[in-house]
């Protein structure tokens, strides 16, 4: 990926309104709590629990989701949510992965869903604490950004897939689509001192993928790949995963 293609690869990016015009992609910080699910709790516990083993105070905690714009006019949003309590039918679902241990996955009740979804929702947007992080990108890096989405890895929510302390969860699909966009991801943290679980395991992951380690096969975005027709119809409205 040439310096041409990301025109702004800096860790914080620049915090603007998100009405900008051109190719970029857009971070969000939403805090976790917002949802009002049990999933907020077990966010809440896993801080506690690292928190108490650090012998620091627990931080604050966020959830990251994605806006992306290939092109004027055109705008998707990125995130991961339950699969169950869903109310809107078409919501660019890309892919699916289990909660908790992958046995359990076979149940709607303990799966997650990555979504891709044109001109879709963030629920809690209006509680981000701050403007979202913006990184302009050129159009290319910004369509393969999107077709990336059928590329991250479906590990298991809640577990430490590398053994490196961190849970695998929404902040890690942020991460890990974002770093192997050619996006420095490792200095970014949320507003006012808090903690996004989860975002070191997607860079792990992002890394191993670059390495050669599961691997996407590179290519442009085509039809196949596009979310719009990967995207499955499934029951629901916006829920929050941390």
Request: net charge positive; charged share 20%; aromatic share 8%.
């Amino acid at each position: 990926m040439s310096e041409n293609d990301i025109a702004s690869s800096t860790p914080s990016g620049t915090a603007v309104p998100p009405t900008t015009d051109g190719a970029r992609v857009t971070l969000w910080w939403l805090p976790v709590g917002a949802g009002g699910h049990v999933v907020i709790h077990t966010s809440r516990w896993w801080e506690a629990y690292h928190a108490h083993r650090e012998r620091r105070r627990p931080r604050p905690l966020f959830h990251a989701a994605l806006e992306v714009h290939p092109e004027p006019g055109t705008r998707y949003v990125i995130e991961m949510a339950p699969a169950w309590g869903q109310h809107t039918a078409t919501r660019g679902v890309v892919t699916t992965g289990p909660v908790g241990l992958r046995c359990l996955g076979r149940s709607q009740l303990f799966r997650y869903e990555i979504r891709c979804w044109r001109d879709g929702t963030i629920p809690d947007q209006h509680l981000a604490p701050e403007p979202p992080t913006l990184f302009p990108l050129s159009p290319l890096v910004a369509q393969t950004l999107v077709a990336q989405v059928a590329d991250v890895p479906r590990h298991t929510w809640g577990r430490d897939t590398f053994g490196t302390g961190d849970m695998w969860n929404s902040n890690s699909v942020i991460s890990w689509l974002l770093h192997t966009s050619g996006i420095e991801t490792a200095d970014l943290t949320p507003p006012h001192g808090g903690y996004a679980p989860g975002w070191g395991a997607g860079i792990t992951a992002a890394r191993a993928t670059r390495s050669g380690t599961r691997r996407p096969r590179a290519r442009r975005p085509n039809r196949s790949a596009h979310p719009d027709r990967l995207g499955r119809e499934a029951s629901g409205e916006g829920s929050r995963w941390q």
